[in-house]
């Protein structure tokens, strides 16, 4: 008989084209292949209703997301309270399925009495309050600092809301860590972030250019581009290339002077996955150490060479596959061997090694059923 798990979304996952979607559109994947039948709920965010979900869900159900000032008239947390449905209470209840929790975004209904009795995960995608405390440190336009400020508040009150879990999953070891000590009667697991890859597809060889790659609407990236043009890429003659979702005019404006660096912005899957393939070397840093990037384990996969900053690894256990560099001066020296070296076969090997079964979405997929089947 197959199993059914209810998974509630903080927005609709496909196209599976930043972080947490990303995580999840993969996560449902690997579960439709482990024979999980995922019922799928998804608040509607800024994208269409997919029909490439009725894939791999055995139903998807679409829910409005309540956007604007009343929401946020609340102390619980804007990105929850405007996630809130009376609707997907009554599909919840149609049955007495295990229910994944996508993030606190998503976890207006986990104190639900109606919900007391079932078995409950949430899927912690930071901590909440680091993170939006994070994006107010970067944040230069006054009201979103506020605002971030503000939820940053809230979903620090609204944390020990995961008491009505039965079990939590981090993306991170360091965020297991974390959430062990402050919740020592919670069960709480590490489950790495699922990724489009199922196998390794590192081409071996060399080219001639650097990129970063991420979200680049994000001000977490968009920090780690701008220091990336200022403090290493206009210091190199190779062709460096940042690639992503949404570049500001700011962003745009800070690559101008320089002739070797170029801004590609909004790739397709699939010119982004060329980049990650035949990019000499990948140049990952972030000031951020909250989750695991997925941006890292991209790369990892599909890249040759990795260049990131201690901060990049926080948590992943994945320092033995990456250069590691925390100065300007550093990354230009190491950007500037790796790209004068081949990226040899046998660090496939080595990676493959290191990376599996851990970061196997199959793996970790059968993991997750085999706890659903003793629960």
Not at 151 to 171: D, K
Not at 315 to 343: H, N, R, V, W
Request: glycine fraction near 4%; include cysteine.
């Amino acid at each position: 008989m197959k199993h059914i798990l209810h998974i509630i979304a903080f927005n609709t996952p496909w196209p599976a084209n930043y972080g947490g979607v990303i995580d999840i559109y993969h996560k449902i994947r690997a579960l439709h292949a482990v024979g999980i039948g995922v019922i799928l709920h998804c608040f509607e965010y800024g994208r269409s209703h997919a029909d490439q979900l009725k894939e791999i869900c055995s139903e998807v159900h679409y829910y409005t997301r309540h956007t604007g000032l009343i929401p946020n008239l609340s102390l619980i947390p804007y990105n929850v309270n405007s996630r809130r449905s009376h609707l997907l209470l009554q599909d919840l209840l149609v049955d007495n399925a295990p229910i994944l929790f996508e993030g606190l975004h998503s976890c207006y209904l986990l104190n639900h009495p109606a919900l007391a009795d079932r078995f409950k995960i949430v899927r912690c995608c930071n901590i909440e309050h680091n993170y939006y405390r994070a994006l107010a440190e970067v944040e230069s336009n006054f009201i979103y600092r506020n605002f971030f400020n503000l939820e940053a508040y809230r979903f620090e009150r609204f944390e020990p809301q995961l008491h009505h879990a039965q079990l939590i999953y981090t993306v991170s070891t360091a965020e297991e860590k974390d959430l062990k000590q402050r919740y020592p009667d919670l069960k709480i697991q590490f489950i790495p972030c699922f990724h489009a890859y199922d196998d390794l597809s590192i081409l071996p060889g060399q080219s001639d250019y650097v990129l970063y790659h991420g979200k680049l609407s994000v001000g977490e990236n968009e920090k780690a581009a701008l220091y990336l043009i200022s403090n290493v890429f206009s210091h190199l003659k190779s062709p460096c290339i940042i690639a992503g979702m949404d570049p500001s005019c700011h962003l745009l404006k800070a690559v101008a002077p320089y002739s070797n660096i170029q801004i590609i912005a909004n790739p397709n899957d699939e010119e982004m996955q060329r980049l990650i393939t035949n990019a000499q070397v990948h140049a990952l840093i972030t000031f951020q150490n909250t989750g695991l990037k997925l941006k890292l384990l991209n790369s990892l996969f599909a890249g040759r060479h990795i260049l990131v900053n201690k901060t990049m690894l926080t948590g992943s256990g994945l320092d033995k596959l990456c250069y590691i560099a925390d100065t300007p001066e550093a990354m230009i020296k190491i950007c500037k061997k790796l790209l004068q070296t081949p990226f040899d076969p046998k660090e496939i090997h080595q990676r493959r090694k290191l990376l599996f079964p851990t970061f196997s979405n199959l793996s970790q997929a059968q993991n997750i059923k085999e706890q659903l089947e003793y629960q």
